[in-house]
């Protein structure tokens, strides 16, 4: 058990390398203007653990003292998610904020008694997965206590049980995506739940963030998968759940499920699992134009009729794509699309899954009935789905080469998908000037749909941090009004600003009462989804020390 939990650890965890052809960088030069600037190879400074010795031995206690670690290693692995600023500090450009414990407990119960050791001990708690937040979410803040520990639940990696009849399995929340999948493919089941991040998140993560995968258009969002959870707080367990639908009162599982630990601690999901596809077809089409393949999305999801894998990709987002391919300059290829009246190229990745083959050519068939699309065939599919983790081993290499590389998220209505998209655009131009702004449609549904944006510019030097932070505060700014602060990324620290202008401050009013009620001292997980706004839960403020 410990040598499988240490190779969780980022900093004995090696990322396969990333590398771009060299007519990709060729292309990524002349486009951003990417000059020689590298990333800074320091190492991180790791301070002095403050963890106090009655603290550890209280902890040691509760979940044995060699699952009390103080070592730099084990520290430095738990230090930040993975956003692009988080990558610049682990690689030593700017403050990393490290914890000074990590404490791995075994059980749910444990994780109660860890909670109450660190209320005594004036101790914050900021709860570790898979660590792939990007938006600041496992950053280890201390507030005003004394030390904060990373709780890291990997060892919570059980799945409980599993019940085919009604199709539900409780599974702990430190087990790993994969793994997860494996052991439910044993029964013959899945979740479907799969984003990028799945090859490091946790089912725990997934909860406490509103995960939303790749084929939620058929699976659903993580939330509308969650029947029951249970929770660890420093007032005791709450258990939620236990019924397929309920009108006893609001739906108080929707108050835990995207908490992010900020309510407590999430150690068993009870899922709503669905039966492994026999049968996976994934295809390409070329649609041409954003507005009119934007509106082929919409009718596909009004009409109810949307592939289970719907991502539509901007002319930008598909001009980088064929070029990392090599097919961009490829005369056949234009001269097809031309023949077709396709002059300004979107893609659109369609996937289906079923039972059987004749599930899956009856879904297809009703998808594209009445839709005009130029089909590129199923090899660009597969090669889609076969390449669709690679996104953070290609922002490594990214990094690497000296480019601002980052991601952003929102979702609003169809009649305003364009204006924001639009809007979006425009602020991160302003802010970086010569850059490359890709965007792509990740989920859609009947009411309006996500926007994803990729951003790619020279790394600023002098003050590369500063680059993005600026940068994504006017996309924010943009953003506030028109969509969402976040679709699937969550709020974390990066967020938190802009949570008002979304749910007003009687909402804010309305989590800090229920913070203040399963978290009143304020150990857990401080600076994240509520920052500024603790004098409404009667707690101190949470600026990091």
Same mark, same amino acid.
């Given at each position: 058990?410990? #040598?499988?939990?240490?190779?969780?650890?980022?900093?004995?965890?090696?990322?396969?390398?990333?590398?771009? +052809?060299?007519?990709?960088?060729?292309?990524?030069?002349?486009? &951003?203007?990417?000059?020689?600037?590298?990333?800074?190879a320091?190492?991180?400074?790791?301070?002095?653990?403050l963890?106090?010795?009655?603290?550890?031995?209280?902890?040691? #206690?509760?979940?044995?003292?060699?699952y /009390?670690?103080?070592d730099?290693?084990?520290?430095? =692995?738990?230090?930040?998610?993975?956003?692009?600023?988080?990558?610049?500090?682990?690689?030593?450009?700017?403050?990393l904020?490290v914890?000074?414990?990590?404490?791995?407990?075994?059980?749910?119960?444990?994780?109660?008694?860890?909670?109450?050791?660190?209320?005594?001990?004036?101790?914050?708690?900021?709860?570790?997965?898979g660590?792939?937040? /990007?938006?600041?979410?496992?950053?280890?803040?201390?507030?005003?206590? %004394?030390?904060?520990?990373?709780?890291?639940l990997?060892?919570?990696?059980?799945?409980?049980?599993?019940?085919? /009849?009604?199709?539900?399995?409780?599974?702990? %929340?430190?087990?790993?995506? +994969?793994?997860?999948e494996?052991?439910?493919?044993?029964?013959?089941? @899945?979740?479907?739940?799969?984003?990028?991040?799945?090859?490091? %998140?946790? &089912?725990?993560?997934?909860?406490?963030?509103?995960?939303?995968?790749?084929?939620?258009?058929?699976?659903?969002?993580?939330?509308?998968?969650?029947?029951?959870?249970?929770?660890?707080?420093?007032v005791?367990?709450?258990?939620?759940?236990?019924? +397929?639908?309920?009108?006893?009162? +609001?739906?108080?599982?929707r108050? *835990?499920?995207?908490?992010?630990? !900020?309510?407590?601690?999430i150690?068993? !999901?009870?899922?709503?699992?669905?039966?492994?596809?026999a049968?996976?077809?994934?295809?390409?089409f070329?649609?041409?134009?954003?507005?009119?393949?934007?509106?082929?999305?919409?009718?596909?999801?009004?009409?109810?009729v949307?592939?289970?894998? @719907?991502?539509?990709?901007?002319?930008?987002e598909t001009?980088?794509?064929?070029?990392?391919?090599?097919?961009?300059? @490829?005369?056949?290829?234009?001269?097809?699309?031309r023949?077709?009246?396709?002059?300004?190229?979107?893609?659109? &990745?369609?996937?289906?899954?079923?039972?059987?083959?004749?599930? *899956?050519?009856?879904?297809?068939?009703?998808?594209?009935?009445?839709?005009?699309?130029?089909?590129l065939?199923?090899?660009?599919?597969?090669?889609?789905?076969?390449?669709?983790?690679?996104?953070?081993?290609?922002?490594?290499?990214?990094?690497?080469?000296g480019?601002?590389?980052?991601?952003?998220?929102?979702?609003?209505?169809?009649?305003?998908?364009s204006?924001?998209?639009?809007?979006?655009?425009?602020?991160?131009?302003?802010?970086l000037?010569?850059?490359?702004?890709?965007c792509?449609?990740?989920?859609?549904?009947e009411?309006?749909?996500s926007?994803?944006?990729?951003?790619?510019a020279?790394?600023?030097?002098?003050?590369?941090? =500063?680059?993005?932070?600026v940068?994504?505060? %006017?996309?924010?700014?943009?953003?506030?009004?028109?969509?969402? &602060?976040?679709h699937?990324?969550?709020?974390?620290?990066?967020?938190?600003?802009?949570?008002?202008?979304? /749910?007003?401050?009687?909402?804010?009013?309305?989590?800090?009462?229920?913070?203040?009620?399963?978290?009143?001292?304020? *150990?857990?997980?401080?600076?994240?989804?509520?920052?500024?706004?603790?004098?409404?839960a009667?707690?101190?403020?949470?600026?990091?020390?």
């Open positions: 058990m410990t #040598e499988r939990i240490d190779h969780t650890l980022r900093g004995s965890w090696t990322p396969v390398a990333g590398s771009l +052809p060299p007519h990709a960088l060729r292309w990524l030069r002349e486009r &951003i203007g990417l000059g020689d600037v590298r990333t800074p320091r190492a991180p400074q790791v301070p002095e653990s963890l106090s010795d009655p603290a550890k031995a209280a902890l040691g #206690e509760v979940v044995g003292p060699g /009390v670690r103080v730099r290693d084990s520290r430095l =692995g738990r230090a930040g998610g993975l956003s692009y600023v988080d990558l610049l500090r682990q690689r030593g450009d700017g403050g904020a914890p000074d414990a990590v404490v791995l407990p075994a059980s749910p119960e444990q994780v109660v008694d860890v909670l109450k050791a660190c209320v005594e001990h004036d101790v914050a708690v900021v709860p570790f997965g660590g792939t937040s /990007v938006v600041g979410g496992v950053t280890a803040l201390r507030g005003d206590k %004394a030390a904060v520990i990373a709780l890291d990997h060892r919570l990696d059980r799945l409980v049980s599993v019940d085919p /009849v009604s199709r539900l399995a409780v599974l702990q %929340a430190g087990l790993p995506a +994969p793994r997860a494996r052991l439910l493919a044993a029964h013959g089941l @899945t979740t479907g739940h799969v984003p990028q991040s799945y090859e490091r %998140a946790t &089912i725990g993560g997934f909860a406490a963030t509103r995960s939303a995968g790749q084929a939620s258009s058929g699976y659903g969002r993580f939330e509308d998968m969650v029947e029951g959870v249970r929770l660890a707080t420093p005791g367990e709450w258990r939620l759940g236990g019924a +397929p639908a309920s009108a006893a009162g +609001p739906d108080l599982k108050v *835990v499920v995207g908490s992010e630990g !900020v309510l407590g601690v150690t068993e !999901v009870s899922l709503r699992v669905r039966p492994r596809p049968v996976e077809r994934y295809e390409g070329v649609v041409d134009g954003w507005e009119r393949g934007s509106a082929a999305v919409r009718r596909l999801a009004q009409r109810r949307l592939a289970d894998v @719907t991502r539509l990709s901007d002319v930008d001009a980088v794509s064929l070029a990392l391919a090599g097919g961009w300059k @490829t005369n056949a290829l234009k001269a097809y699309l023949a077709r009246g396709v002059r300004r190229p979107c893609m659109l &990745i369609l996937g289906w899954h079923g039972a059987s083959k004749a599930e *899956v050519a009856r879904r297809r068939a009703e998808t594209l009935r009445g839709v005009r699309l130029v089909s065939g199923k090899a660009l599919g597969e090669a889609w789905r076969h390449g669709r983790f690679n996104g953070p081993r290609q922002r490594d290499a990214l990094l690497g080469l480019v601002c590389v980052e991601t952003l998220e929102t979702a609003t209505h169809w009649s305003r998908v204006e924001l998209r639009a809007a979006v655009r425009e602020a991160l131009v302003d802010a000037g010569d850059c490359l702004v890709m792509h449609i990740s989920h859609a549904y009411t309006g749909a926007l994803y944006f990729t951003v790619l020279a790394r600023d030097a002098a003050d590369p941090v =500063g680059q993005w932070q940068a994504k505060a %006017a996309a924010s700014e943009a953003i506030t009004g028109l969509g969402t &602060i976040s699937h990324h969550a709020v974390g620290t990066d967020h938190a600003p802009y949570l008002e202008a979304e /749910v007003g401050g009687l909402g804010l009013d309305v989590l800090a009462s229920v913070k203040r009620t399963l978290d009143p001292t304020g *150990v857990l997980n401080p600076g994240k989804l509520l920052v500024g706004d603790f004098t409404r009667g707690l101190a403020s949470p600026g990091d020390r």
